[in-house]
């Protein structure tokens, strides 16, 4: 099909209040994937400052039915403006598209030529996704201005990060910034830690289509009644636009392009301890001990900054965690079957006897400001930012993560506090006269002599976006946005990709040195950041409103192509209470990072303090260890896919409109369904149901739901969460166990849903299908994909037909699970019910397990099917009766 680029004529009016006048095209040139539009200013403006004379529009047609907008100052009239390093986000040049029509006309591109405007439809419908028409085209050097039309019954989600106290779904009204702040987690409506520029649209019959703006620099967003409206401080208009129209095919399409989600390891998803506070190797002992003999599972153990020499990267305590004991403490939980991660911090203290120090000087490796080194202050005191765009940070920062995993062979790093975070705010600091300024505990405020006298226009530009939720300059409590790195890159145009850059240098690091699935956890995120690193929502408060909060943050960050997300479960900042910790621990055993942290001011919470929070905890991370194989293969579809781990509802449920507003539930992968309990003192939720059959994981199965899209109150006692699967889904599970990988040793359950259909004949249950997937490996190779002798993948597929339900598998790659051992010894078929002992097949052969019917669930065990081997069981249906 001939690619169709459309010119309108038409004249379209503007809203009132508009920057600039706008531009009109002077000139277009098809090429074989796309446009080259020319276009010159109308009239000039001085309003935040001058404008740009002549822009070059180029229209692209990409991988996967992409659209690509970019839009800069025209190469004969002024400089190349800033973008995002290739490095960074590998992207195509126009030059690099494919050919082929069909892989790249599911969009039309359409334009005005005076004033010039543009609209973003669908080739097949002429449904208008993207309509530039509301208001003028501006361009200045440090503000960059353009909006969309919207549809009334737009649906919303994504532009973050920020905590909304109305949900997953954005609201007109709101104004979102974009600018990486450190901000607690529990302040609403503000900027918080990433800068996710990338929208979804969902719309009626649930069609989806993705917008993403790759612009690294700090902007506002407004949403109207009717438009958002773009106010960019920098860089370039660099617009993709992804088709869809399903969901999961929008995040496909995205994290084509910025970088599918790097596989996580195994082990990642166990439950993971933390504290900032834990005085010595002493107090991670106790804790250690007292899970293991609380019968708690408990996967990994991590450090925040206590365990640092003066609160040092790379550096042990030599009091409190001697290297030796250290080494001692890590070795005893590799010996148990259990992981260390500990935290890292981007600056660098400017201590004369510190040997990082040292060597960073020597590599001239740190952020600048006028020629020297760009002062700062954080935990160690005064420190040097390290610039992880720099030609040699592998040098540096690998070769200090090296010497220090040399010390102690810890599992993985947590990176943090890099948006970056600073003490003092100001362009020039200096070392205080007459008073030390040095490591201190709670030293979390500026001890250094800071101003603002030599600001410049990137300090201060003419638009001040509401960082922090106030009109303000850039440099508050962060890098001076007049530092640049070695490339001359300001900080100003860097800013939101700091903590970007650092996951990338350290992924790249852990791989270089362990050889194995490396895991990162980046407080600090941007677009391409799932394609390296984890996620956790950042600081949040031990209340019942961030415990709501939290399911939005998880499901924002599984958008942006970070699916390895959690909050910091029990609630990081004040003391949390017995019921509170009970009820996160439910909902927290299902993100699909799972850790529980808290602040060193605030009340020990580890999980064996309370009677009834140890007993809720056993409950709901046993469901969550046995489902560990299907959380795993959810990971590998989030790898090769880009679809988030947890997910909203909309994503299954498509045309389900009620699904849109749901933000107190979630869906792992497409059919587990999650209801927390969210309010205190509760003993019930009130879960939306979409239309069909849903039975209740925490029990087997006996609960049935049937649903014709509702509101369906639950009972949910202290020790409760309530966990559905949906009918039309097979889950693999194994054995419950005190670590993951226990759980690999045990053999494998299929767990099988069927509508319900209370006193049917079989025939009317005729054509039903459930299906299910299983990927295997080794848990941390660096790739996660199916290759022989590496992986398998076991696709499953029930089926209800002439009288017989049929399980069959299909193996990919069997050598891996035929070497390992594994084996299927139960499946549970919930939806059936047998008068009698059933007649049960494997491969046309009487087979005769052991069964258990209770009402509508049918459990075959001992069945000990090689998971290698691909089987087909039938149950012969008569003299059955459908539940």
């Not at 009109?471 to 946005?481: E, F, Q, S, V, W």
């Amino acid at each position: 099909m001939m690619l169709w680029l459309g010119c309108l004529l038409s004249v379209i009016g503007f809203a009132a209040g508009s920057v600039g006048h706008g531009y009109q095209v002077v000139s277009a040139e098809a090429f074989t994937n796309g446009l080259v539009v020319l276009l010159e200013l109308k009239q000039k403006t001085s309003f935040n400052g001058p404008d740009a004379e002549n822009l070059q529009v180029t229209v692209s047609y990409e991988s996967s039915g992409r659209l690509h907008v970019h839009i800069t100052t025209s190469n004969a009239t002024s400089n190349a403006r800033w973008e995002i390093p290739q490095s960074l986000i590998p992207r195509e040049t126009p030059a690099s598209h494919n050919n082929q029509a069909e892989q790249y006309n599911a969009l039309s591109f359409q334009y005005t030529q005076d004033p010039f405007t543009f609209m973003v439809a669908r080739s097949s419908t002429g449904e208008v996704l993207f309509d530039s028409s509301s208001s003028n085209l501006t361009f200045k050097d440090q503000y960059l201005e353009i909006s969309t039309l919207l549809l009334e019954s737009a649906a919303l989600y994504g532009l973050g990060e920020s905590t909304r106290p109305k949900g997953f779904r954005l609201r007109p009204g709101q104004s979102y910034t974009l600018w990486a702040s450190d901000i607690n987690a529990s302040t609403v409506n503000v900027d918080l830690y990433g800068a996710h520029p990338f929208y979804m649209d969902v719309r009626d019959a649930g069609s989806s289509h993705g917008v993403l703006l790759l612009n690294s620099n700090g902007m506002d967003i407004a949403y109207t009644d009717n438009s958002l409206v773009y106010k960019v401080i920098g860089g370039v208009l660099d617009f993709y636009f992804f088709p869809g129209p399903e969901p999961l095919a929008v995040m496909r399409q995205y994290t084509e392009l910025v970088g599918r989600p790097a596989p996580m390891p195994f082990w990642s998803f166990g439950f993971h301890q933390c504290r900032y506070g834990y005085k010595s190797v002493e107090d991670l002992e106790f804790v250690v001990s007292n899970y293991r003999a609380a019968g708690i599972p408990l996967e990994v153990m991590w450090n925040d900054i206590d365990y640092m020499d003066l609160y040092k990267d790379f550096t042990f305590d030599p009091i409190n965690y001697p290297v030796d004991k250290m080494r001692k403490f890590v070795d005893d939980l590799h010996q148990h079957g259990q992981k260390y991660v500990l935290i890292l911090d981007p600056g660098i203290s400017t201590a004369d006897n510190y040997s990082t120090f040292q060597h960073g000087m020597e590599k001239d490796i740190f952020i600048k400001h006028k020629g020297v080194p760009y002062l700062a202050q954080v935990w160690p005191g005064p420190v040097y930012f390290t610039d992880f765009l720099h030609p040699d940070i592998d040098s540096f920062w690998g070769a200090e993560i090296e010497n220090f995993h040399a010390l102690v062979p810890f599992d993985g790093l947590w990176i943090d506090m890099n948006e970056a975070s600073n003490f003092c705010s100001g362009t020039l600091c200096k070392y205080p006269t007459n008073s030390t300024c040095k490591a201190s505990l709670n030293q979390a405020y500026c001890c250094l002599i800071c101003s603002d006298e030599e600001a410049t226009i990137w300090d201060n530009p003419p638009y001040a976006i509401n960082a922090g939720g106030i009109h303000r300059g850039l440099g508050m409590k962060t890098i001076a946005t007049s530092a640049y790195h070695d490339k001359g890159y300001l900080s100003y145009d860097t800013h939101n990709l700091y903590g970007f850059s650092e996951a990338v240098a350290t992924n790249r690091a852990l791989k270089g040195i362990t050889g194995k699935r490396p895991f990162i956890l980046s407080r600090s995120t941007f677009p391409g950041t799932g394609a390296y690193a984890a996620h956790w929502t950042g600081d949040n408060s031990a209340t019942w409103e961030d415990l709501r909060y939290s399911i939005a943050g998880i499901l924002n960050s599984g958008l942006f192509g970070v699916p390895m997300v959690g909050a910091d479960i029990c609630g990081f900042l004040g003391d949390t209470t017995e019921e509170l910790c009970a009820r996160w621990i439910q909902l927290g055993a299902f993100y699909p990072f799972s850790r529980n942290h808290a602040d060193i001011g605030s009340r020990r919470q580890e999980l064996y303090l309370w009677d009834s929070v140890a007993h809720t905890a056993r409950k709901a991370l046993s469901l969550r260890y046995r489902l560990l194989p299907y959380l795993y293969t959810l990971m590998q579809e989030a790898h090769e896919c880009g679809a988030p781990v947890a997910r909203p509802l909309f994503f299954t449920f498509t045309e389900d409109r009620a699904t849109l507003d749901v933000s107190s539930q979630f869906l792992l992968g497409r059919g587990v369904l999650v209801s927390p309990v969210l309010e205190a003192g509760a003993e019930s939720v009130a879960a939306y149901f979409p239309k069909g059959t849903w039975y209740s994981l925490s029990d087997g199965g006996q609960e049935v739901v049937e649903s014709q899209g509702s509101l369906v109150t639950l009972p949910s006692p202290l020790d409760t969460i309530n966990v559905h699967v949906y009918e039309g889904t097979i889950i693999p599970m194994q054995e419950a166990a005190m670590t993951t990988g226990e759980v690999r040793q045990s053999p494998f359950t299929l767990l099988i849903a069927f509508k319900y259909i209370e006193e049917a004949s079989s025939m009317e249950q005729e054509g039903q299908t459930a299906i299910g997937e299983i990927y295997i490996d080794e848990g941390e190779d660096m790739e996660m994909a199916l290759k022989e002798g590496k992986s398998t993948r076991i696709k499953l597929v029930a089926e209800l037909k002439m009288g017989q339900m049929k399980v069959a598998s299909y193996v990919e790659c069997a050598e891996y699970a035929f070497r390992q051992g594994f084996i299927i010894d139960k499946i549970v078929v919930l939806g059936l019910r047998a008068a009698s002992q059933p007649l049960v097949r494997i491969d046309g052969a009487k087979s005769l397990p052991e069964v258990g019917i209770d009402r509508h669930v049918i459990a075959l065990s001992r069945l000990n099917l090689p998971l290698a081997s691909a089987f087909t069981l039938t149950l012969d249906l008569l003299p059955w009766q459908l539940a």
